[in-house]
C-alpha cells in the first residue's frame, strides 16, 4: 500500500522538530530538513525516528538544536528597548527587593544579556551589583560561545567605540568581554517548550526579554511559552519583545506600553474575586450574555481570507491558506506571500519578492515600504530611509511611509526631515488605505499610528 503524505518520513521529522524544539517550518521550507534528515539518518530512516521519539534521544537533539537554531545577534540590538528597560524599567524594583532579576530567552551567544549588564554599568540607573541575568536557549554551542564572552568585530558593530575599550580586551580569537562584566551573566541550556515548573515558578523574574524568538514557532507554542512567561513574572513585570513581534491575538495578560522609540508590555494586575453571593447568581448572567452573544463569522476564504488573518496577526493560519490556494503570481498574492514572509522571520524570501513587485505598478508603493522593513529589521536604517522615500514617491499619500521615515529621521537626528515626514503622516494617516492598515499596522489601528505619528512629532519638538 502506498504510504500517504502525511505518514512520510520527512513529515514525521517535521513534526518531531516542531514539537521537540518548538521550530515551525513551512512546507517551502522542508528542503533543509530533508537534507539534514539525509545526513543523519545514515543507518536507515525508520530507525533515525525511532531513536529521535525515545525518551534516550536528548544528544541527538543537541545536535539537531545546534544545526536548526542559528541566531544572528550583535550588542546592542534594538538598543532604544535596552535603554528603556535599564533606565525606566529596572529601577522601579530597586526599593521594593534586594535583588532585580532579568531573563533573556532565546539569547543565543550572549550578545543580548551581556548587553544589559554593559549599559546598567554605563547608565547607573540601577545598582550593578543588585542586578542578576539569566541567559537560556536551545542551542549548547551558542550557549558555550557565551560563557566564553570572546566576540567578533562584526558581534559589536553598534557598540560605540568608548565603550569597547573600556569594558572589552583585544585578544587573537576577537575581542573578549572583561571578566566582572561577563561574571554577572549565567547561562543555561534551556527549551522553552519544556514545562520545568520550577524554573517558571511565579515571581521568578522582574522582566524577560524574548526578543526575535516566537517568530519561529506555531501559534498554538506561542501562548504556551507567553502564558508561561506571564506565570514566572512578578506582579507587574515586563516583558519585552521583538519590534515586529506582538500579543495581539496571543495573551491578554500584558498592557502595551511605549517609551520613546520602544514598545514593550507590562503584566497586568488578577482580576477582582468573585464573592460567593455573586458566584450565585452567574449562571443567569451568562445565560444572558449568551443569549446576546452574536454568530460567529463564516470562516474567510481565498486572498481576501488571507488578508483578514493577517490582519489579527493569525499568520500561522494565513499562510496555511495562502499555501492551500492555486499558485497565482498575481501582484496580490505575491504581495500578501512577501508580508508573511516578513513576519515569519524570513527576510530573504520577503526581500526578493519585494524587489520583484517594485515593477507592478498596482505594488510599487507597498513593494518598497516592505523592503523598508526587510532593512530595518536587519539593521540598515539608511537604507530603510532609502525605500520609504521610494515608496512615497510612488505614492505620496502613503501615511505609514511618511511616518516610519519620519521616526527613522528623528532617531538619525535630522530634525527638519522628520518633522516635515511626521507631519504628513498626522496628516494622511484618516485616510490611510485600508489595506496598507492591514498589511503593514503592526497590531495598531488607524487610531492608535495617530497616536505614535503624533507622540514621534512631538519628541521632535522637545529635540529642537
Same mark, same amino acid.
Given at each position: 500500500?502506498?504510504?500517504?503524505?502525511?505518514?512520510?518520513?520527512?513529515?514525521?521529522?517535521?513534526? =518531531?522538530?516542531?514539537?521537540?524544539?518548538?521550530?515551525?517550518?513551512?512546507?517551502?521550507?522542508?528542503?533543509? =530538513?530533508?537534507?539534514? #534528515?539525509?545526513?543523519?539518518?545514515?543507518?536507515?530512516?525508520?530507525?533515525?525516528?525511532?531513536?529521535?521519539?525515545?525518551?534516550?534521544?536528548?544528544?541527538?537533539?543537541?545536535?539537531?538544536?545546534?544545526? /536548526?537554531?542559528?541566531?544572528?545577534?550583535?550588542?546592542?540590538?534594538?538598543?532604544? &528597548? =535596552?535603554?528603556?528597560?535599564?533606565?525606566?524599567?529596572?529601577?522601579?524594583?530597586?526599593?521594593?527587593?534586594?535583588?532585580?532579576?532579568? !531573563?533573556?530567552?532565546?539569547?543565543?551567544?550572549?550578545?543580548?544579556?551581556?548587553?544589559?549588564?554593559?549599559?546598567?554599568?554605563?547608565?547607573?540607573?540601577?545598582?550593578?551589583?543588585?542586578?542578576?541575568?539569566?541567559?537560556?536557549?536551545?542551542?549548547?554551542?551558542?550557549?558555550? *560561545? %557565551?560563557?566564553?564572552?570572546?566576540?567578533?568585530?562584526?558581534?559589536?558593530?553598534?557598540?560605540?567605540?568608548?565603550?569597547?575599550?573600556?569594558?572589552?580586551?583585544?585578544?587573537?580569537?576577537?575581542?573578549?568581554?572583561?571578566?566582572?562584566?561577563?561574571?554577572?551573566?549565567?547561562?543555561?541550556?534551556?527549551?522553552?517548550?519544556?514545562?520545568?515548573?520550577?524554573?517558571?515558578?511565579?515571581?521568578?523574574?522582574?522582566?524577560?526579554?524574548?526578543?526575535?524568538?516566537?517568530?519561529?514557532?506555531?501559534?498554538?507554542?506561542?501562548?504556551?511559552?507567553?502564558?508561561?512567561?506571564?506565570?514566572?513574572?512578578?506582579?507587574?513585570?515586563?516583558?519585552?519583545?521583538?519590534?515586529?513581534?506582538?500579543?495581539?491575538?496571543?495573551?491578554?495578560?500584558?498592557?502595551?506600553?511605549?517609551?520613546?522609540?520602544?514598545?514593550?508590555?507590562?503584566?497586568?494586575?488578577?482580576?477582582?474575586?468573585?464573592?460567593?453571593?455573586?458566584?450565585?447568581?452567574?449562571?443567569?448572567?451568562?445565560?444572558?450574555?449568551?443569549?446576546?452573544?452574536?454568530?460567529?463569522?463564516?470562516?474567510?476564504?481565498?486572498?481576501?481570507?488571507?488578508?483578514?488573518?493577517?490582519?489579527?496577526?493569525?499568520?500561522?493560519?494565513?499562510?496555511?491558506? #495562502?499555501?492551500?490556494?492555486?499558485?497565482?503570481?498575481?501582484?496580490?498574492?505575491? !504581495?500578501?506571500?512577501?508580508?508573511?514572509? #516578513?513576519?515569519?522571520?524570513? =527576510?530573504?524570501?520577503?526581500?526578493?519578492?519585494?524587489? &520583484?513587485?517594485?515593477?507592478?505598478?498596482?505594488?510599487?508603493?507597498?513593494?518598497?515600504?516592505?523592503?523598508? /522593513?526587510?532593512?530595518?529589521?536587519?539593521?540598515?536604517?539608511?537604507?530603510?530611509?532609502?525605500?520609504?522615500? %521610494?515608496?512615497?514617491? %510612488?505614492?505620496?499619500?502613503?501615511?505609514?511611509? *511618511?511616518?516610519?521615515?519620519?521616526?527613522?529621521?528623528?532617531?538619525?537626528?535630522?530634525?527638519?526631515?522628520?518633522?516635515?515626514?511626521?507631519?504628513?503622516?498626522?496628516?494622511?494617516?484618516?485616510?490611510?488605505?485600508?489595506? *496598507?492598515?492591514?498589511?503593514?499596522?503592526? $497590531?495598531?489601528?488607524? *487610531?492608535?499610528?495617530?497616536?505614535? $505619528?503624533?507622540?514621534?512629532? &512631538?519628541?521632535?519638538?522637545?529635540?529642537?
Amino acid at each position: 500500500m502506498i504510504a500517504t503524505p502525511a505518514r512520510t518520513p520527512l513529515v514525521r521529522f517535521v513534526t =518531531l522538530v516542531e514539537q521537540r524544539l518548538g521550530l515551525h517550518y513551512e512546507q517551502g521550507q522542508w528542503g533543509e =530538513l530533508e537534507t539534514l #534528515l539525509a545526513e543523519r539518518a545514515a543507518g536507515g530512516v525508520e530507525r533515525y525516528l525511532e531513536q529521535l521519539a525515545a525518551p534516550s534521544s536528548q544528544a541527538e537533539w543537541k545536535t539537531l538544536a545546534e544545526r /536548526l537554531t542559528v541566531g544572528e545577534t550583535y550588542f546592542l540590538r534594538h538598543p532604544t &528597548q =535596552l535603554e528603556t528597560l535599564v533606565d525606566q524599567v529596572l529601577p522601579t524594583f530597586a526599593r521594593q527587593t534586594s535583588t532585580i532579576r532579568v !531573563l533573556c530567552a532565546g539569547c543565543s551567544t550572549g550578545e543580548e544579556p551581556y548587553s544589559i549588564a554593559l549599559l546598567a554599568r554605563e547608565r547607573g540607573r540601577v545598582d550593578s551589583s543588585r542586578l542578576r541575568i539569566l541567559g537560556i536557549d536551545v542551542n549548547p554551542r551558542a550557549i558555550a *560561545h %557565551a560563557r566564553r564572552a570572546c566576540y567578533s568585530p562584526w558581534s559589536l558593530r553598534a557598540v560605540p567605540s568608548a565603550m569597547r575599550q573600556q569594558w572589552f580586551q583585544r585578544t587573537p580569537e576577537g575581542f573578549a568581554l572583561q571578566s566582572h562584566v561577563r561574571d554577572q551573566v549565567i547561562f543555561e541550556e534551556r527549551n522553552l517548550l519544556e514545562e520545568a515548573s520550577a524554573f517558571w515558578a511565579p515571581g521568578s523574574f522582574h522582566a524577560i526579554l524574548c526578543r526575535n524568538v516566537i517568530l519561529y514557532f506555531p501559534q498554538d507554542v506561542i501562548r504556551k511559552i507567553i502564558a508561561r512567561m506571564a506565570q514566572a513574572l512578578v506582579p507587574g513585570g515586563y516583558l519585552f519583545m521583538g519590534p515586529s513581534e506582538t500579543l495581539r491575538g496571543i495573551s491578554e495578560e500584558f498592557e502595551l506600553l511605549r517609551g520613546g522609540d520602544a514598545f514593550y508590555y507590562r503584566l497586568k494586575p488578577p482580576a477582582p474575586t468573585v464573592s460567593v453571593a455573586q458566584a450565585v447568581s452567574a449562571p443567569e448572567a451568562v445565560q444572558a450574555v449568551a443569549a446576546r452573544a452574536p454568530t460567529p463569522p463564516p470562516a474567510p476564504d481565498g486572498l481576501e481570507g488571507v488578508l483578514q488573518l493577517l490582519e489579527v496577526e493569525r499568520y500561522t493560519d494565513a499562510w496555511a491558506l #495562502l499555501e492551500s490556494l492555486p499558485q497565482s503570481a498575481s501582484p496580490r498574492a505575491l !504581495l500578501l506571500r512577501a508580508v508573511l514572509h #516578513l513576519h515569519a522571520g524570513r =527576510l530573504s524570501q520577503a526581500e526578493q519578492l519585494g524587489r &520583484q513587485l517594485v515593477t507592478a505598478s498596482a505594488t510599487e508603493a507597498p513593494a518598497y515600504y516592505l523592503l523598508g /522593513l526587510c532593512l530595518e529589521q536587519s539593521g540598515d536604517e539608511a537604507g530603510a530611509r532609502g525605500r520609504y522615500a %521610494a515608496s512615497v514617491r %510612488a505614492e505620496p499619500t502613503f501615511a505609514l511611509a *511618511h511616518l516610519r521615515a519620519g521616526s527613522l529621521a528623528r532617531r538619525a537626528g535630522d530634525m527638519v526631515e522628520a518633522r516635515v515626514a511626521l507631519r504628513m503622516a498626522v496628516s494622511l494617516l484618516p485616510q490611510e488605505k485600508p489595506l *496598507h492598515l492591514s498589511l503593514f499596522g503592526g $497590531g495598531f489601528g488607524r *487610531h492608535g499610528l495617530m497616536q505614535v $505619528g503624533l507622540q514621534e512629532l &512631538q519628541a521632535c519638538t522637545e529635540v529642537s
